[in-house]
């Protein structure tokens, strides 16, 4: 499995972007998939997770601004990002094949290559 991600870009604050990860292979519509953020000399930490019906899981900071989505037939999971901060800026990753067990998640063994996001004040 490989994932191609996309989208990142530098903007604005209160500005909108969307990343979009597309998977090769023959694993998607039945497993999770997540976008995960690595700020500066921070640890990779989860932004959202959609599972294989379509549940949604956000990371607190995000609520109400991001929106996760997948499309299995395009192999691809969405993350559309509005009202962007400063705060927001970092390295985005897709990951695919997350576990969770109540409110916490496990990434899968599967990274894309991530994708950069600036979010200028």
């Known amino acids: 499995v490989q994932l191609q991600a996309s989208g990142g870009a530098s903007v604005q604050a209160g500005g909108s972007l969307r990343l979009s990860c597309e998977a090769s292979?023959?694993?998607?519509?039945?497993?999770?998939l997540g976008w995960y953020v690595q700020a500066p000399g921070k640890q990779r930490e989860l932004v959202a997770r959609?599972?294989?019906?379509?549940?949604?899981l956000y990371a607190e900071s995000v609520k109400g601004r991001f929106t996760i989505s997948r499309d299995n037939a395009l192999k691809t999971v969405f993350l559309e990002m509005n009202y962007l901060k400063p705060e927001d800026t970092g390295v985005y990753y897709c990951?695919?094949?997350?576990?969770?067990?109540?409110?916490?998640?496990?990434?899968?063994?599967?990274w894309g290559q991530g994708t950069q996001v600036t979010v200028s004040s």
């Open positions: 292979g023959n694993i998607f519509s039945g497993v999770a």
């Open positions: 990951n695919l094949g997350s576990s969770s067990v109540g409110s916490r998640v496990s990434p899968g063994q599967y």
């Open positions: 959609i599972n294989s019906i379509g549940m949604t």
